[in-house]
């Protein structure tokens, strides 16, 4: 079974390929990506203005361990919101044409609607069903999005490609509206959430789609780029590496997709 990359390099390579097709154009998508890609944590000291910590030493282990979950947390945000940029980028370069519903014309519902459009007659990227599976599965299960989860219908004007996007659009907005809950840690004072995990299927989902912008936006186009010197073959036809560019390789001496 193939393996996926982390999150960081999955960012990294997408950002060289695109940025490899159009140096000029997708120049600014592709320093948000390297931003998100070089993300390692954040730093978050939880209890450094908390004078009661050190009166209860069971408290104390609530509030240490609600220091490590919500770090996780936080550094999940960080890299998804950074991803994020890098998609509104993206769809501002590639234009999708407008939603042909006047009501649903905003940018990310025109992108929905064209990744959704082209893939009713062309094969999916794979695993993209699968990792929206995780998602949905994860959120209908999580206490911090109980609303979100309660919109997992997939609309009618949008097809299940672009499905993924819609939802995390939500996701997006619940962050940027100050609505979302920041977990806590589990019954026995354990650093145990699925919310940070939520968050990167989410950020997996948002770099499928933009991989999915760009193979519609230049399924015409004969475009072959170079890849790094980590690859057998570096040379590959973009929309084949679009399709397979988050996947793991073998082992640094093998290039599984030549």
């Given at each position: 079974m193939r393996v996926l990359k982390q999150i960081n390099q999955h960012c990294y390579d997408l950002?060289?390929?695109?940025?490899?097709?159009?140096p000029t154009e997708m120049c600014?998508?592709?320093?948000?990506l390297r931003v998100a890609a070089d993300i390692k944590s954040v730093n978050l000291d939880?209890?450094?203005?908390d004078d009661q910590f050190g009166w209860c030493s069971n408290a104390d282990r609530y509030e240490l361990a609600k220091q490590d979950v919500v770090r996780k947390h936080v550094t999940s945000m960080a890299v998804f919101l950074f991803v994020w940029g890098a998609l509104e980028a993206a769809v501002e370069a590639i234009s999708p044409p407008p939603h042909p519903d006047k009501s649903r014309q905003?940018?990310?519902?025109?992108?929905?609607?064209y990744i959704s459009k082209y893939f009713k007659t062309t094969l999916t990227i794979r695993p993209y069903r699968e990792v929206l599976c995780q998602f949905t599965g994860l959120l209908s299960r999580s206490a911090s999005f109980q609303r979100l989860a309660a919109e997992l219908s997939l609309p009618t004007h949008i097809g299940e490609e672009g499905f993924?996007?819609?939802?995390?659009y939500k996701l997006r907005n619940e962050f940027s509206h100050g609505d979302t809950i920041f977990p806590v840690p589990d019954d026995e004072h354990r650093p145990?959430?699925?919310d940070p995990t939520i968050v990167k299927v989410a950020t997996r989902i948002v770099l499928l789609s933009i991989q999915m912008l760009f193979l519609v936006r230049y399924a015409d186009e004969a475009i072959t780029i170079d890849r790094s010197s980590r690859y057998v073959n570096p040379e590959i036809p973009l929309n084949e590496w679009l399709r397979i560019l988050h996947y793991k390789?073998?082992?640094p001496g093998n290039d599984l997709f030549s």
């Open positions: 950002a060289e390929a695109v940025v490899t097709v159009r600014q998508m592709g320093e948000w939880w209890i450094r203005f905003g940018k990310i519902n025109s992108a929905c609607h993924g996007l819609f939802i995390v145990i959430s699925d390789q073998d082992d």
